[in-house]
């Protein structure tokens, strides 16, 4: 079973590469950010709760993200496997996900961060905001609290699977095939 963390700051590129490597390698998408965004089109409460945090580019807490990858997970039995993009996002996430696969006999095989400067990741946002409709990818604001909770919060969880052994670092920016070659290496040799 290949489980995998990719892994980035806001704009680095991880939906675009998970979309490639869930065809490719047959496995589940688990996108925390995807998953919140349905919740919300649904109108669920779930979704009520997020769209608090979201909107403002805050973190949505921990018990609420671990609860709802809890429930995915343990909905899809039959899964070869896992991309999980966007999360864990907090150390708290990061250890919460290892209990949780190891209830179930699982283990991540390893994170893969891509790796853009912040000048780039700022264009890239501000030019997905023209079409996905998303507000916190429309205000300079939002996008600078994003990249600040993404260095404070988020980028500890690298060193968290570093002391494991686990971390690769993939450059991510160029073609987006290439890119994604790059990935696959990396996914080969697990
Ligand atoms: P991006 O790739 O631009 O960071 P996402 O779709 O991954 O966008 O996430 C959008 C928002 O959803 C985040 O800014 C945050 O508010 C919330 N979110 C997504 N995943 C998590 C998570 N693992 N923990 C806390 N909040 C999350």
Do not use: C
């Amino acid at each position: 079973m290949l489980n995998i963390v990719l892994f980035g700051p806001p704009g680095a590129g991880k939906g675009t590469q998970s979309e490639k490597l869930i065809e490719k390698y047959k496995l589940t998408h688990l996108s925390t950010g995807d998953l919140f965004r349905k919740h919300l089109g649904e109108g669920t409460e779930l979704g009520i709760l997020a769209k608090k945090y979201m909107d403002q580019g805050h973190l949505v807490p921990d018990e609420v993200v671990i609860q709802m990858v809890e429930d995915k997970i343990s909905s899809t039995p039959d899964s070869k496997g896992f991309i999980f993009d966007g999360f864990p996002r907090t150390t708290a996430q990061a250890e919460a996900l290892d209990t949780m696969l190891q209830k179930n006999e699982m283990s991540i095989s390893g994170m893969i961060a891509l790796d853009v400067p912040e000048d780039i990741l700022r264009e890239r946002i501000k030019e997905r905001g023209k079409t996905s409709g998303r507000a916190d990818d429309q205000d300079d604001e939002k996008i600078t609290t994003r990249i600040k909770v993404y260095l404070s919060e988020t980028l500890p969880v690298a060193k968290y699977y570093e002391n494991q052994g686990k971390f690769t670092k993939i450059h991510g920016v160029g073609q987006i095939e290439e890119i994604f070659q790059n990935i696959s290496e990396v996914i080969d040799a697990y």
